[in-house]
């Protein structure tokens, strides 16, 4: 095997949640290399398409720095969004002999996802700025002129959802009907619903849909995003806590009402 | 075609091996032919809780290899009819438990025996998915505590997707829970979670609670599995939890803190 399977993960950037997935390379063998990114787009297809890629050499550290470039390139050839390096020796070294093309260095946390926030460092990422801005700027658009095809079905989940599963409805909701436990992680480009106790984390509109919202029947979660835009538990009162809560996000501040 | 049980934590330590054989001894007392196998290769210790360490030739891995045939690994109990146990070698590690070789030997065992059990690993890792993997069935062992709870609500979630049963289209294997280590008294000083607040968490069906109890470690020490000291309260509840396996109803026992009289709440400090 030449890469890891594909991890999803939400990380903090610049203040905001964003949603990269993160391509660990064990092989710099060109051939090898074009086989395992073919091979990372069918097992996860609807993960991979336009989602920001932060690519980590740190296993191939020793393969030397033209092999290293070459795989950077050959990640951007394939048409994968590269918005990082992995912060380590391979990136350290890239950058020292020659910064120019190269995505920022970024320090990811560990694997799987769910966990601590790992936190941008290093250089501001720039596209990732940039990626940000848009997507707010194209839910202005839609708040504007009524809904756009931004989702399209919603998923349902009718299993409890357990420490360490992810689930991502990208395009559409997503529909709970069980518990979601602590150490879980639901994410949605649409709304998410979870008819049951929300004790894990939960990001709703992760591609930029700043109207999208989250309900659940009791709250006690991790963690709600929305658009971009967090809370952690730390901040989430005791009052805000409990029964049939809905959480939406103004202007920049996510609410918590009871509905 | 036996019946495979895993019985699974997650975390290290809460009561996996101390339940693998009492589960697997009750059953084989009510007359039903079972193994257990030792899947934590390199720490075995299985064989010290069933008192059969200073008969082991060989062992499970052995088997995989081709070094022993089943029959020469698989050790008969001496006091309970219907039993064998297969244990795990001490000096390989968890590599060694390939998915053709568990396969394999599984589907030979699974001609002889009614239950297989088996014992898993701590951890998420090779070790219990391997001892998961071909379950029809698991027994997911729980301490009342935050930490005990939220790892077996991983284990929970890999079984949902981990299983042979699943991979070929089919549900989910059923799992249920097994509370170990409950010390009601402190559950009423606000020390652990109680039954309720597990349940609640884990959201699965209750197979049993198995009381905080000395009489484990006397067992262990004994080599004895503590489902065969049926004077002692780990014993009965252990018992219980068979008959609810096999799907008698029992009410729970062993629950409720002892109700101090007047005398003890006066002087009890
Ligand atoms: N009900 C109980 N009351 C008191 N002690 C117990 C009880 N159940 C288990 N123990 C003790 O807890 C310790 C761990 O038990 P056991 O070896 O069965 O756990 P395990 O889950 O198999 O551990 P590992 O993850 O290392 O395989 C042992 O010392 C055992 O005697
Ligand atoms: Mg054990």
Do not use: W
């Not at chain 1, 069918?42 to 991979?48: I, K, R, S, V, Y």
């Not at chain 2, 979670?193 to 020490?221: C, F, K, M, R, T």
């Amino acid at each position: 095997m030449s890469a890891s399977p594909s991890s999803v993960q939400a990380v903090e950037l610049k203040g905001r949640m964003l949603l990269v997935s993160v391509l660990r390379v064990y092989d710099t063998e060109p051939q090898n290399l074009s086989m395992m990114l073919a091979a990372r787009r069918d097992e996860a297809p609807e993960l991979m398409r336009d989602m920001p890629i932060v690519l980590d050499l740190e296993p191939v550290a020793e393969a030397g720095e033209a092999a290293l470039r070459e795989v950077v390139e050959r990640v951007r050839a394939e048409g994968f969004r590269l918005i990082g390096l992995q912060d380590g020796e391979a990136a350290r070294a890239l950058e020292s002999a020659d910064a120019t093309g190269l995505p920022p260095r970024l320090s990811m946390g560990g694997r799987g996802g769910s966990g601590e926030l790992p936190l941008g460092e290093g250089r501001a990422p720039r596209e990732t700025a940039d990626q940000g801005a848009s997507g707010e700027a194209s839910a202005a658009t839609q708040s504007a002129s009524g809904p756009v095809a931004v989702h399209s079905a919603t998923r349902v989940v009718d299993q409890p959802v357990r420490s360490g599963q992810q689930i991502y409805a990208r395009g559409g909701d997503l529909l709970v009907t069980a518990p979601v436990s602590a150490g879980a992680e639901l994410l949605a480009d649409g709304n998410i619903t979870v008819l049951g106790p929300l004790r894990g984390r939960a990001l709703a509109g992760v591609r930029g849909l700043v109207t999208a919202r989250i309900f659940c029947r009791r709250l006690e979660a991790e963690l709600l995003s929305i658009g971009g835009h967090y809370r952690i538990a730390e901040d989430i009162t005791e009052a805000e806590r409990g029964d049939n809560r809905l959480v939406t996000l103004a202007g920049e501040s996510i609410n918590i009402t009871e509905s | 075609m036996a019946r495979i049980v895993v019985v699974t934590s997650g975390k290290g330590g809460v009561g996996k091996t101390t339940t693998s054989a009492a589960i697997a001894t009750g059953l084989a007392l009510r007359g039903h032919r079972t193994a257990v196998i030792d899947f934590d290769v390199g720490l075995r210790n299985l064989d010290l809780i069933m008192g059969c360490e200073r008969r082991v030739v060989y062992d499970f891995v052995n088997v995989i290899n081709g070094d022993a045939n089943l029959k020469q690994a698989l050790i008969r109990d001496k006091r309970v009819d219907n039993l064998h146990i297969l244990p795990a070698s001490q000096t390989r590690d968890k590599d060694a438990l390939t998915e053709d070789g568990v396969e394999r030997v599984l589907g030979e065992m699974a001609e002889e025996f009614d239950y297989i059990v088996c014992d898993s690993p701590a951890g998420i890792e090779r070790g219990a998915l391997m001892a998961a993997y071909h379950a029809d069935e698991a027994i997911v062992v729980t301490n009342p505590e935050v930490s005990s709870v939220r790892d077996s609500d991983r284990i929970l979630g890999i079984l949902a997707s981990k299983t042979r049963q699943v991979e070929q289209g089919g549900d989910p294997i059923p799992g249920r829970l097994l509370l170990t280590r409950y010390s009601p008294e402190r559950v009423e000083r606000g020390e652990m979670l109680s039954i309720e607040d597990v349940g609640e968490i884990l959201a699965i069906d209750l197979l049993g609670v198995i009381p905080e109890s000395q009489a484990v470690l006397n067992a262990s020490n004994a080599g004895q599995p503590v489902v065969m000291d049926m004077e002692s309260d780990a014993g009965q509840a252990y018992d219980d939890a068979v008959a609810r396996f096999l799907g008698e109803s029992r009410p729970l026992r062993f629950v409720d803190a002892p109700k101090r009289g007047l005398f003890g709440r006066l002087f009890g400090g």
